[in-house]
């Protein structure tokens, strides 16, 4: 197993929710800029949110209002809350390591292996 470790995916009707989890052995978890990325099948890699250091949140326009990130500091571990889910949220979730946004919102660090959301409607 790598530094990052995702699990909570799985199937889900639209409109539901599911919670995904990453536990980090990162020795300084509490430093890091946390976040989550997604991949559909045939499209690239797509920033979903950060959570700094600071517990300052950042969302990607497609999961805005519906998706909500955190972090338990004393856990290591970094949580995607995913709400009113559509067809479209279907991809292999990342969680990753010193995320740091600017134009646009990059990892420095590592990928956890993924964990699959589908959504049928």
């Known amino acids: 197993q790598g530094p990052l470790v995702e699990s909570g995916g799985g199937s889900a009707q639209a409109g539901d929710s599911l919670r995904l989890s990453c536990v980090a052995s990162?020795?300084?978890?509490?430093?890091?800029?946390m976040g989550w990325f997604r991949q559909a099948p045939g499209k690239a890699r797509e920033f979903v949110a950060q959570?700094?250091?600071?517990?300052?949140?950042y969302y990607g326009d497609s999961v805005k209002g519906r998706f909500t990130i955190s972090r338990d500091n004393d856990k290591n571990t970094v949580y995607l809350q995913m709400n009113e889910l559509k067809p479209e949220d279907t991809a292999v979730y990342y969680c990753?390591?010193?995320?740091?946004?600017?134009?646009?919102?990059?990892?420095?660090?590592?990928w956890g292996q993924g964990t699959q959301v589908t959504v049928s409607s």
């Open positions: 990753a390591g010193d995320v740091v946004c600017s134009t646009e919102c990059v990892t420095l660090g590592s």
């Open positions: 959570i700094s250091a600071a517990t300052v949140t």
């Open positions: 990162l020795r300084t978890f509490f430093s890091y800029n």
